[in-house]
């Protein structure tokens, strides 16, 4: 089998998207090392989302399922009428994987629907593979329309998908992880974590499909910054969703207490999300108005700007994958706090790379912020080692060319005879 250049299908549920900055770097890697990516997305972007030439463009590129149902049922309708035996199979999968929910099966059926339209744009295209970003919809997706491509005899197409935390592996009837891997070529796993929570709905079997390749950033975007002066007042900066497994009330609580020590500082949290009434009741309620800013969500060079003049940075999740902006504050040389769960233990080494405590404990929390705060030395020492580590596990181009190196392989074995 011969390597070529690649020529995919992402499927997503958003792009382009701000909070998912992570993906368009991966495809602007993908093709700067020659391969080509048709975006395919469930949802049209957000207006907040749209805000640069670049994500205009890339808007431009991309297919999306949800600009008509009317379209994509008369598409499934003429796929049902052209292969009626394999879409009852299918519609049979659909139902079975659900494990007799109701609300899943709805769900599956309208994923079978949206699969019909990706399996159409990618036989008219001539796309060989596709792969999913995240294991739930998407990857349902994809799934479905491999399979509805690979209806008669035609040349077999593959798929493929990646998984990055606790959304891809909380509920194992809804993201049917064990089915989507039976039938896939291979899964990205983010992580070590990651992977051993694939393994354990997998029969060892099939244990070889998981890879380990862990999310990048660009290190010359996130350079290395000067060592600061400590401050009169840190500043402290959040950057996730605001949401309740992130854990933002718990570092409020901390940050309350180091207040009640004496410690003076100004907390900035950078997202948006369904906690942010909460969370400003909370600022209230503690009397930190004049403590706390909350900025909203930010383009990705306005959080490099809240990271350059950031004293720490602290993530306090109860759930995660591996945070990406954990990766960026350490490549810039931010002191880094955050909780000891999932990957980020991998990146966050207690007392080497960082602190890591225990997620929701707020003692702990104030005491390792409290450490880092009192201690520049220590920090310094932490964040060179730090930025070793995010070279050496986390540089894009490095870890793009091994999924590269995965999506030629496929589009080399599709395009062989059956």
Known sequence: ??????????????????????????????????????P??????????????????????????????????????????RHPIGIAKLLG?????????????????SHLVQAASVAKVCANRNIPHLHAQFGQAPA????????????????????????????????????????KAGSAAFVVCISDFTRSQLLRLLHPSLWPRAKVIRCGIDLDAFALRAPRQPSAAPKLVSVGRLSSEKGQV??????KMLI???????????????????????????????????????????????????????????????????????????????????GIPELVVDGQTGRAVPPGNVEALADAIADLLSDGDKGEQMVAVARQRVESQHERHRNVNELYALFSAQTGAANEPA
């Open 250 to 255: 718990v570092l409020l609580e901390a940050c």
């Open 260 to 342: 009640d020590r004496g410690q003076n500082f100004e907390l900035t949290f950078v997202g948006s999300g369904p906690l942010e009434s909460l969370l400003r009741e909370e600022i209230a309620r503690l009397g930190m108005q004049d403590n706390v800013r909350l900025t909203g969500e930010l383009a990705p060079e306005e959080v490099r700007k809240e990271l350059e003049t950031a004293d720490l940075f602290c993530l306090t999740s109860f759930a995660e994958g591996l945070p990406i902006s954990i990766m960026e504050a350490m490549a810039m040389g931010v002191p880094v706090v955050s909780t000891a769960i999932s």
């Open 93 to 109: 999968t659909a139902i079975t994987s659900s494990r007799g929910s109701i609300p899943i099966t709805v769900r599956r059926l």
């Open 140 to 179: 349902t997706i994809a799934w479905f329309a491999t399979e509805i491509l690979n209806f008669g005899n035609r040349p077999r197409r593959t798929w493929s998908f990646t998984i990055h935390g606790f959304h891809d592996f909380v509920e194992d009837t809804v993201s049917r992880l064990d089915l």
């Open 40 to 81: 395919i997305a469930m949802n049209l972007p957000d207006r907040a989302d749209l805000l640069s030439e670049d994500a205009r463009a890339r808007r431009a590129k991309t297919y999306y399922l949800k600009r008509g149902w009317l379209g994509l049922l008369g598409t499934f309708a003429g796929t049902a009428l």
């Open 1 to 38: 089998m011969s390597a070529q250049s690649p020529t995919l299908a992402y499927v997503m549920t958003h792009y382009p998207r701000v909070a998912l900055s992570f993906i368009s770097g991966e495809i602007d890697e993908i093709e700067a090392l020659g391969g080509t990516i048709h």
